[in-house]
C-alpha cells in the first residue's frame, strides 16, 4: 500500500470516526430507542480513540515521511460552472502543523471529558441530550480543525457555534441558563454573519474558497496570499469580528462568564479550551492575510492586548471561580492572538495547546476550590500571603476604585452592546414595524371601515399587548405596554 | 475539642456545632522525627507557596503566559486522574507520604491549669480526662469489667471524596462537619492512661489492665479504616488486633458490597473485593457527583442494647446507638445524657434530608451539576445565582422523606419524664418533627408516643423473613428492602 493511500484511510477515519458517532446518536435517539448510558459512552470511547489514532499515525507518517501537507478530498458537493460566477463547494480536509495538533488535541481533551461526563451526568435526564451535543460539538472541532477551505470550516464553526449555545442552556428547565445561551448564541450570529460575508469576498477575489489558492501553496505557515492589501483589510476585520465573537475577545467578552450556566465537563472543555481557541484558530488559518496589511495586524494587537488587559482586571475581582477561570482564559486569549498579530505564530499555537490542556484541568477541578484552599493554608502553615499588588502601591485610592469598579461592572462592555448596538437596531425595528402596521392599516382601512380601532388593534399580528396607542410616540413612551417590551427585551439580550 | 493535626495550619473545632469547645489537642511528628519533620514541613511550605503562585500567576498576564506555555504538562494529571482515579490517587498518596511525619503523637496532657491554644495550655487535666473517659464508658455500656474486652477499638468517622464542595456534609455531623478520627484517638489515650483509669477505679468504674484501647477513622465513603497509635499497642494483644483486623477488613468490604447496591454504575452481581475497589475509585474520581449516599433513606434510630439489633437486615437506614439500661442509675442519667445528644443529632439529619427531598429546589441545593462556588463560602447555581443551602439532589435521590423514628429500650415514665425536662427534646418529639417509641424487652412491648401519651403498638405482622445472608435478600434489588433476620449460619466470624 502506498503512503498517499495510507493517509487517505487515516484522513477519513479521523473526520468518519466523529461523524459516524453523531450519526449512531442521532439516529436511535430519532426512532425512539436512545442508547443506554453504558452504550454511549462506550460509543464515545471507541470513536475518541479510532480518531485519535487514526490523527496520531497521520502525525506519524508525516514526520516519517517529511511531508508537511496531506489533502483528504471529499469531493466538489456544489459546482456551477459559469465563466464569471463560478462557485464550486468543495469538501476537502488538509493535515498540515497546523491542524494536527489542533486535532490531536481536540481529540485528548475531548475524550477525557466525555469519560469525565459519563459518570459525572449518570442519572441526569439530559444524559443522551448532552451526549448529542457533544458529538456535534466534537464533529464540528474536527471539521474546522481539518478544514481545507473556508466554507469547510465555516460548516464546522457552525457545528460547534449551534452545541456550544445549546450547552449553555443545558439545564432548560430554569430561565437563567435560557437566557444566557440565548445571549451567547445571539453573539455567535453576529460573528458568523462577519464571516459568511467574509467568506463570500474571499469567494469573489480569488474564485474558490479553498485556502490553498488563497494562501499561495505553501504549507502552513509559509504561505502567502496574493489578494491586494485593501482587500486583505476588509476580510481581516471581518474575519477579526467573526474570531472576536467566537472567542470572546473584547467587545465581545460579556459572554464568556454567562457561559458557565452549563454541567461543569462542558463549560471546561467549551469555553474554557477548545470553543475559546477557536477564534484565534480562525486566525493563525488565515495568517498570511495579516502578513499582508501592517494596519491589519496592528488591529489584531490591540484587540488581543486590549482583551488580555481587561481579562486580567476582571479576573481579579470575581467573586466565584467559574467566573475569575473565564476571565483568566480570556486574557490568554488576547495574549494569544496578539502574538498571532505579532507574527509568532508557533508560539502561539504552542500557547493555545497548553492553556488548553491547563484551563480544562482548572475547570474542572473548579468544584474542589475550598479543598484546595485548605490544603495549600496547611501546607504555608499560616492564611494565605496577601501580598500589596504593584497598583496598590502605585495607584492612589480614587483610581483604584474606578478600576475596581470598572472590573467588577466586566468593563460595562453588556451595557455597551446592549445601549448603543442593540437599542438602535430595535429602534430601527419597531420603527419598520410601525410603518408596516401604518401601511396594513391604510390598505385594510378601506375595507373594514365598520370595525372599531380596539377591534383593529387587537389583530394586531406583531405585538398582542399593544393597542393603536402603538401610533403615537408619546403614548409608546408612557404606555404600560412598552414597559412589557422592554421587559420582553432585556429576557431576550440578557 | 479544638484539633490541629500536624499537616494543619489552623485549629478546628471537633464537636456539634452548638458547642464551643475549651480544650486544644494538637499532633505532632514523634520526638524522634522531629528534625526530620521540621524539613518536611519546610518542604510543605516550599510546594505550598510554589502551588499557590502557579494558581494565582495562572490567572494573571504575565504568570499566565508562562504557565500556558509550559501547560501541555497538564495534560498528563488530567488525563490520569479522570481515566484512572484509584492509580492517580495512589501515585498522589506515596508522593504525600514523603513530605508527612511518618510518626506523631497526640499532645493531650495539660500542664498548666487553663485550657488555651498554646503551649503548656494544650490538652486535659487527667481529671477532666477522667470525666470524659467515664462519661464515653458508661454511655456505651462498657462500665462494667464484665462486658469490656482486651482490645477496645474505638472509631470516627468521616468521609473522603473529591472535587466535592459539599464534603463536610458527608462527614461527622457531630463533629461540626469535621472527621472523628482524632476524637477517637484521644479517647483511647485518655483510657490508655494508668492514672486516668486509677481515678476510674476510686469512682467505681474499674478498667482491667490488660485492656488496651485503640482509636481508628473510618472513611465512610472509600470503607477504609485507619489505625492510631498501633505501636503502643502491648505485644500480647498482637495476634487479637490481628484478628480483628481480619474482621473489619471482610466487614469493610461486605458493608461496600451492601452499599453498592444503591449505585446505579455499580453491577448488582459484584463481588465484595470488586465493591470495595468500587468505593475506593469512587472517592477518588473527580467526575463523580454521588461519591456515597451518606444518610440517605434514614429511618430509625434504635438506642438499646446491641443484642436487640444484632443479626438484623436493617438496610442500612438505621442509626444503632448502644445504651444498656440495666447498668442506667434509678432516674435513667445516662439515657437521659445520651438522649439530649442523639434525638437532636439524629432528628437533625433526618430533617435534613426530609426537606431537601420534599423540595430540592427551596430548601436543597438543587442539581449539583451547575453549581459554581462563590466567594470561598458556598455554591450558587451556574453563572448567577442566589447562595444554594441544603443538600444537592445527587445525595437525597434516593432518600425516601420520613420523619425519623426513635425507638429506645426504656420505659414509657422514664422517657416522659425525660421529656418533660429537656425542652430541646420535647419540641422535636411534642412538635411531631419526630417520632419516638419504647420499647420494653421484660414486656415484649413497643409503645408509641402520640399526641403526648404512649399508647401501646401492634405489630401487623410477627414474621420476619430469616435469611442466611443478607446477600440473599438484596440480590437483584436496588430500591428499598423491607427488614429481615440473618440466621446465625450465615455468619463466617
Given at each position: 500500500m502506498n503512503p498517499d493511500r495510507i493517509f487517505q484511510i487515516c484522513g477519513i477515519c479521523v473526520v468518519a470516526s466523529p461523524a459516524v458517532l453523531l450519526a449512531v446518536f442521532g439516529l436511535t435517539s430519532l426512532i425512539g430507542r436512545p442508547l443506554s448510558e453504558r452504550l454511549l459512552a462506550r460509543f464515545t470511547e471507541a470513536a475518541v480513540i479510532l480518531g485519535l489514532i487514526s490523527a496520531v499515525s497521520v502525525l506519524v507518517m508525516m514526520l516519517a515521511l517529511d511531508t508537511r501537507h496531506v489533502t483528504v478530498n471529499f469531493g466538489?458537493?456544489?459546482?456551477?460552472?459559469?465563466?464569471?460566477q463560478h462557485f464550486h463547494f468543495h469538501l476537502k480536509f488538509v493535515f498540515d502543523r497546523l491542524s494536527v495538533p489542533f486535532v490531536i488535541l481536540s481529540f485528548v481533551l475531548c475524550g477525557t471529558i466525555g469519560a469525565f461526563a459519563s459518570r459525572y451526568l449518570h442519572r441526569e435526564p439530559g444524559f443522551h441530550r448532552f451526549f448529542i451535543c457533544y458529538a456535534f460539538f466534537l464533529l464540528g472541532m474536527i471539521v474546522t480543525s481539518l478544514a481545507g477551505t473556508i466554507e469547510t470550516l465555516f460548516f464546522g464553526w457552525e457545528l460547534v457555534g449551534l452545541s456550544s449555545a445549546l450547552l449553555v442552556a443545558f439545564f432548560h428547565e430554569r430561565l437563567n441558563p435560557i437566557r444566557n445561551g440565548l445571549r451567547v448564541w445571539t453573539v455567535y450570529r453576529i460573528a458568523d454573519a462577519a464571516f459568511l460575508v467574509a467568506a463570500i469576498t474571499l469567494h469573489h477575489l480569488?474564485?474558490?474558497?479553498d485556502f490553498d489558492g488563497l494562501m499561495g501553496s505553501g504549507a502552513w505557515p509559509e504561505g502567502h496570499a496574493t489578494i491586494p492589501e485593501n482587500s486583505a483589510l476588509l476580510v481581516g476585520c471581518l474575519l477579526l469580528i467573526a474570531a472576536a465573537g467566537k472567542s470572546a475577545l473584547v467587545p465581545f467578552s460579556g459572554w464568556l462568564p454567562r457561559a458557565m450556566e452549563g454541567p461543569t465537563p462542558s463549560s471546561a472543555v467549551f469555553y474554557g479550551s477548545l470553543s475559546v481557541h477557536l477564534g484565534a484558530f480562525l486566525l493563525l488559518r488565515v495568517s498570511p492575510i495579516l502578513e499582508l496589511s501592517t494596519t491589519l495586524s496592528v488591529i489584531v494587537v490591540l484587540v488581543g492586548v486590549t482583551s488580555a488587559i481587561f481579562g486580567a482586571l476582571a479576573a481579579r475581582v470575581q467573586t466565584d471561580i467559574k467566573s475569575a477561570l473565564a476571565f483568566a482564559s480570556l486574557t490568554q486569549v488576547g495574549i494569544i492572538v496578539a502574538e498571532i498579530g505579532l507574527g509568532f505564530r508557533y508560539i502561539a499555537l504552542i500557547h493555545i495547546i497548553g492553556h488548553a490542556c491547563l484551563r480544562t484541568l482548572q475547570l474542572l477541578r473548579a468544584p474542589s476550590l475550598l479543598h484546595d484552599y485548605h490544603t495549600l493554608e496547611n501546607a504555608i502553615g499560616t492564611h494565605l500571603p496577601r501580598r500589596e499588588s504593584l497598583r496598590r502601591r502605585m495607584l492612589n485610592d480614587s483610581v483604584r476604585n474606578w478600576f475596581y469598579r470598572f472590573a467588577l461592572e466586566r468593563g460595562y462592555l453588556d451595557l455597551l452592546l446592549d445601549e448603543y448596538v442593540v437599542r438602535p437596531f430595535r429602534a430601527v425595528f419597531k420603527w419598520c414595524n410601525r410603518m408596516e402596521q401604518r401601511w396594513v392599516h391604510f390598505l385594510s382601512a378601506s375595507e373594514r371601515t365598520s370595525v372599531s380601532q380596539g377591534d383593529l388593534g387587537s389583530c394586531d399580528p406583531f405585538d398582542g399587548n399593544n393597542d393603536s396607542g402603538e401610533f403615537d410616540e408619546m403614548q409608546l413612551a408612557t404606555s404600560r405596554a412598552s414597559n412589557e417590551v422592554a421587559d420582553s427585551g432585556k429576557q431576550e439580550m440578557n | 475539642m479544638y484539633y490541629r493535626g500536624v499537616t494543619d495550619a489552623h485549629f478546628r473545632p471537633l464537636c456539634p456545632v452548638n458547642i464551643k469547645p475549651r480544650h486544644y489537642v494538637t499532633e505532632e511528628p514523634t520526638y524522634s522525627v522531629a528534625r526530620m519533620s521540621e524539613r518536611q514541613a519546610a518542604t510543605r511550605r516550599r510546594i505550598g507557596r510554589a502551588t499557590h503562585q502557579a494558581h494565582m500567576g495562572s490567572r494573571t498576564v504575565v504568570g499566565g503566559l508562562l504557565t500556558g506555555l509550559l501547560?501541555?504538562?497538564a495534560a498528563f494529571p488530567l488525563v490520569a486522574r479522570i481515566l484512572f482515579p484509584r492509580t492517580a490517587a495512589r501515585v498522589r498518596n506515596v508522593l504525600g507520604r514523603i513530605v508527612r511525619p511518618s510518626a506523631t503523637q497526640l499532645r493531650i496532657e495539660r500542664l498548666a491549669d487553663t485550657p488555651g491554644e498554646h503551649n503548656g495550655h494544650l490538652g486535659y487535666s487527667i481529671d477532666e480526662m477522667a470525666n470524659i473517659v467515664e462519661g464515653g464508658l458508661r454511655s456505651i455500656g462498657l462500665a462494667r469489667p464484665e462486658k469490656i474486652s482486651q482490645l477496645v477499638l474505638i472509631c470516627g468517622h468521616g468521609s473522603g471524596s473529591v472535587n466535592?464542595?459539599?464534603?463536610s456534609a458527608y462527614n461527622c455531623g457531630a463533629c461540626s462537619g469535621g472527621r472523628g478520627g482524632p476524637n477517637a484517638r484521644a479517647f483511647s489515650q485518655m483510657a490508655n492512661d494508668h492514672r486516668v483509669r486509677g481515678k476510674l477505679t476510686e469512682r467505681g468504674l474499674a478498667i482491667p489492665d490488660d485492656v488496651h484501647f485503640i482509636g481508628g477513622y473510618h472513611?465512610?465513603?472509600?470503607d477504609s479504616l485507619t489505625w492510631f497509635?498501633?505501636?503502643?499497642?502491648?505485644i500480647r494483644l498482637r495476634s487479637v488486633f490481628e484478628r480483628a483486623q481480619a474482621v473489619v477488613d471482610d466487614a469493610r468490604a461486605r458493608s461496600a458490597k451492601e452499599r453498592c447496591r444503591r449505585f446505579a454504575s455499580a453491577p448488582l452481581g459484584i463481588t465484595p473485593g470488586e465493591a470495595l475497589a468500587h468505593v475506593e475509585g469512587r472517592s477518588e474520581d473527580l467526575s463523580q457527583a454521588r461519591p456515597e449516599y451518606n444518610h440517605a433513606t434514614c429511618a430509625l434510630c434504635f438506642v438499646g442494647r446491641r443484642e436487640w439489633s444484632r443479626n438484623l437486615f436493617l438496610d442500612r437506614r438505621a442509626f444503632l446507638t448502644s445504651y444498656d439500661p440495666t447498668q442506667d442509675g434509678p432516674n435513667s442519667p445516662i439515657l437521659e445524657r445520651l438522649l439530649q445528644a442523639v434525638i437532636p443529632v439524629c432528628a437533625g439529619i433526618s430533617l435534613e434530608y426530609y426537606f431537601s427531598t420534599v423540595d430540592n429546589e427551596a430548601y436543597g441545593c438543587g442539581n449539583k451539576l451547575p453549581h459554581n462556588l462563590t466567594s470561598l463560602l458556598g455554591v450558587m447555581t451556574g453563572a448567577s445565582s442566589d447562595l444554594r443551602p441544603g443538600l444537592a439532589a445527587q445525595m437525597v435521590e434516593i432518600h425516601e422523606p420520613m420523619r425519623l423514628l426513635f425507638v429506645v429500650d426504656s420505659t414509657s415514665e422514664t422517657m416522659l419524664r425525660i421529656i418533660e425536662t429537656n425542652p430541646a427534646i420535647a419540641q422535636l418529639v411534642r412538635g411531631e418533627w419526630v417520632q419516638l417509641a419504647v420499647f420494653q424487652p421484660e414486656s415484649a412491648r413497643v409503645e408509641l408516643f402520640a399526641h403526648g401519651q404512649f399508647v401501646a403498638y401492634s405489630a401487623e405482622s410477627l414474621n420476619l423473613p430469616i435469611v442466611e445472608t443478607s446477600d440473599d435478600w438484596t440480590r437483584g434489588y436496588r430500591d428499598h428492602l423491607g427488614f429481615a433476620s440473618i440466621s446465625t449460619k450465615g455468619i463466617r466470624v
Open positions: 466538489n458537493w456544489v459546482v456551477i460552472p459559469d465563466a464569471k480569488t474564485g474558490g474558497g | 501547560g501541555s504538562l466535592n464542595p459539599h464534603e472513611n465512610t465513603c472509600d497509635d498501633l505501636d503502643q499497642l502491648p
